[in-house]
């Protein structure tokens, strides 16, 4: 037996994602908030390898700034390997390799994704066996965003977003992700909200979050425009207080040729909607020319899946 056939290496492919719709009720007692979201899973990956190991250990790189991911048990991704193997109960460790091209704390779930592929890729290295059912069921302990990662596509999420159901949405829709030198806390946003509520500076809390038809309608029919008209984020509001500037590049984009544009989930990363490939590459370039960090991505995509 081979020493590659002795330590397998399997490696999983989890997409980032983007909240085309984000509403936020008030915080519970817990602190908590309810949300109604419509997620949309985008082309940029996290590349998960799970090998055998005495240990739980971690390296981590990237196409994107991975200096502030951590690398001890707080990674998201280890914290997945180990809540497996205390499910299961796999006696062993496992060595992660992640590779990031999602933006790290932009609001796009790239730490979400680290841990579903976390997950599917130990699963399938312990044999472990796992149902999808019971993978997302341990990937909602994780985080609100961390079983729509396993899941892919579109779906609505509510309660904290882990209450996931798949949404249909036809063709594809074109995106310019711009950028942020320095990530936002999602914490503090959302503590922002809170404060801009309770000083009326926006609007209330909703009682019940939804999700409205146009936007559902928008996606089945695969119109960018209607999609733009329905989009909206609650948390944006909070984002643009913290970082003016967010705001300015929403109206560059929209000033050359996006049909809307908005922070994702808790920003700082600004999601700008073209009508087509065309448009967004010649928007691409646009903001390149000015000076902006700004990615090509489209969506929808598939979930986490192991891959050769």
Request: charged letters at 15%.
């Amino acid at each position: 037996m081979t020493l590659a056939a002795a330590s397998p290496t399997v490696r999983v492919r989890a997409p980032g994602k983007l909240n085309v719709f984000f509403a936020v009720g008030a915080a519970g007692e817990d602190g908590y908030h309810d949300v109604a979201s419509v997620y949309q899973a985008v082309s940029l990956y996290e590349d998960v390898s799970a090998s055998d190991s005495d240990d739980f250990t971690l390296a981590v790189s990237g196409d994107v700034d991975v200096e502030s991911v951590p690398l001890d048990a707080s990674n998201l991704a280890i914290r997945a390997a180990r809540l497996l193997a205390e499910h299961t109960g796999y006696r062993g460790g496992v060595h992660l390799g992640i590779h990031k091209s999602v933006p790290v704390a932009g609001g796009m779930g790239g730490g979400s994704a680290d841990a579903a592929g976390a997950l599917l890729a130990c699963d399938t290295l312990w044999q472990t066996g796992l149902s999808h059912t019971e993978l997302h069921t341990l990937a909602a302990q994780l985080g609100a965003d961390v079983p729509f990662a396993l899941l892919g596509g579109t779906a609505v999420g509510v309660g904290r977003g882990d209450r996931l159901t798949p949404a249909l949405a036809r063709g594809r829709f074109d995106w310019v992700l711009v950028l942020a030198d320095e990530g936002l806390s999602t914490p503090r946003v959302y503590g922002v909200l809170d404060d801009l509520r309770a000083q009326v500076e926006v609007g209330p809390a909703p009682a019940n979050p939804t999700v409205p038809a146009p936007v559902l309608h928008a996606l089945r029919a695969g119109d960018p425009a209607a999609l733009a008209r329905a989009t909206w984020n609650d948390l944006q509001s909070a984002a643009f207080h913290v970082r003016p500037e967010l705001s300015d590049i929403v109206e560059v984009g929209r000033a050359h040729g996006a049909l809307t544009g908005l922070v994702s989930g808790s920003g700082p990363t600004v999601a700008l909607l073209a009508p087509s490939t065309t448009a967004a590459t010649s928007l691409h370039g646009d903001l390149t020319a000015l000076g902006h960090r700004a990615i090509l991505a489209h969506g929808p995509v598939s979930g986490a899946k192991v891959i050769a």
